[in-house]
């Protein structure tokens, strides 16, 4: 590393004057995976929740439109979130459906992007006599806080209100794995499995690829390979005017799903030859056109791509199949091209995003935060009530079971019932192990390093990861990088 010897020793003085700027560079939208996707076009964030992915929910803390008011005494439950885009919903479902009401909640809604949310929790937890019940947390930065057991910012195992490991069975594994602590405590469950999938233009695979079925599309994209392959076909078909995926910001969403390492191991920063690998196969699918150039994820003419010719596919995760992603790109319901889509599992089973429910150690309302997070999680009822209500994927596989057989399908997608394929999906993730409290921090700066070598700022492979060194350095500098001296 030509500049990490030279200085780590600046960065480090840097690092607490730079932690007051946090989070500035993470999300410039609403995050829903907690990072900015930052790779080969692509330098905004995304979306926890299926929310409004280009901007964050700017409303006052506290103000959701369902639940606010006086909370003095600590009475009602307090829920901390970044946005009300899942809050909002969950309280009108849970009110709907059971004995409670709206104003029995006290919702500190921090009005934020997602990779923003840690510092106005620590801000606001800071203060012993503000109330916290549950916190909202994205899978990237979740063990900041599952990890802390401390009265000021900690959290509580689960088992502590009420719930049991035999609560768990119908629970996705990869959202067990997130919300648990480094040691093995359940700490966090989350009411979402954001398994997502290949989205594309099914008139646009038939004219260049001679595909009619979602069977034939996927036997083309079913690894990285044959995706990288595809691609090349429909470059050369399409006279170099249609990129079979718009950004490689949504192809590192699936790509990093892969990688059986984590960026940490025993304090040492980690770059497994899956990360490796990536960088040449993104300046492949950049420099040959198969996304499309210099085109910024969650912009106006990101969507609008989807109008065009200009692209093939989009990578959604099961909260982008609404306005989030898919339907916007397609212009709306009787836009352009709605209707002409459909999904397939692509190169590999993924999540992008999904919030975790942690219960704060300060909690005062215990009953009544077991019975809203088992409703939405370990209730199967509940669950599928919810499912059935927004039209999201949840995490209880029991409830999805009941959901998949009646669900109608999608305008978007000609009809085709997308939770199919979200099921096989969901199957096949697995996150053991491979979760650190780092995560948001080093998967932006490799993001961002990948997107300014496919756009010419270094000139190898080399260069590419001593920068990448260098960037995660000047936020976290008690790391240890000697793997890379």
């Known amino acids: 590393m030509k500049n990490f010897k030279k200085n780590i020793a600046l960065l480090a003085a840097l690092a607490c004057a730079g932690t007051m700027l946090a989070g500035c560079n993470s999300d410039k939208p609403a995050t829903d995976g907690g990072e900015t996707t930052s790779a080969a076009g692509d330098d905004a964030g995304a979306t926890n929740d299926g929310g409004d992915a280009g901007a964050a929910d700017n409303g006052d803390a506290g103000d959701t439109g369902a639940a606010s008011g006086d ?23 849970f009110c709907a459906n059971t004995d409670h009401t709206a104003d029995e909640f006290n919702v500190q809604n921090f009005g934020c992007g997602g990779g923003d949310a840690a510092e106005n929790y620590d801000n606001y937890l800071s203060d012993a006599n503000n109330d916290a019940d549950i916190m909202f947390v994205e899978a990237d930065w979740a063990l900041k806080y599952i990890n802390d057991d401390s009265a000021e910012k900690g959290t509580k195992a689960l088992s502590d209100i009420g719930f049991s490991d035999s609560d768990y069975g119908d629970l996705y594994g990869y959202t067990l794995e997130i919300g648990k602590s480094s040691s093995g405590v359940q700490k966090g469950l989350s009411w979402q499995a954001a398994a997502g999938g290949f989205c594309y233009r099914t008139d646009l695979a038939e004219t260049y690829l001679g595909v009619k079925t979602p069977d034939e599309m996927q036997a083309l994209v079913s690894d990285w390979d044959k995706f990288l392959d595809t691609a090349k076909k429909v470059g050369e078909a399409s006279g170099g005017q249609t990129a079979l995926a718009t950004t490689m910001g949504g192809v590192w969403q699936v790509f990093s799903a892969g990688r059986s390492t984590p960026w940490v191991v025993d304090g040492k920063l980690s770059l497994d030859d899956s990360a490796k690998g990536y960088i040449d196969f993104a300046k492949n699918m950049y420099d040959n056109g198969y996304v499309i150039k210099d085109l910024d994820q969650w912009s106006t003419d990101w969507y609008s791509a989807g109008q065009t010719d200009k692209t093939m596919g989009y990578f959604v995760s099961t909260w982008g199949f609404g306005d989030a992603i898919l339907t916007q790109a397609a212009g709306g319901e009787g ?22 429910a942690t219960v704060a150690n300060r909690c005062n309302n215990p009953e009544l935060a077991k019975e809203f997070i088992a409703y939405f999680t370990t209730n199967k009822d509940g669950a599928k009530a919810y499912a059935d209500f927004k039209g999201e994927y949840v995490s209880n596989k029991a409830a999805m079971a009941e959901v998949i057989p009646s669900y109608a399908g999608l305008g978007v997608l000609g009809g085709q019932n997308h939770f199919e394929v979200l099921n096989t999906v969901a199957d096949g993730i697995n996150m053991a192990g491979g979760i650190t409290e780092y995560d948001n921090t080093i998967k932006q700066a490799f993001n961002t390093t990948i997107t300014e070598y496919c756009r010419g700022t270094y000139d190898s492979v080399d260069a590419t990861i001593d920068a990448f060194v260098d960037n995660v350095a000047g936020s976290l500098p008690n790391l240890d990088y000697s793997n890379f001296d």
């Open 71 to 93: 909370n003095a005494d600590g009475s009602k439950l307090t829920v901390l979130c970044w946005n009300t885009d899942d809050i909002n919903p969950m309280i009108e479902n």
């Open 335 to 356: 836009g352009a091209t709605y209707g002409k889509w459909n999904v397939v599992v692509g190169p590999q089973p993924f999540y992008w995003g999904g919030t975790w």
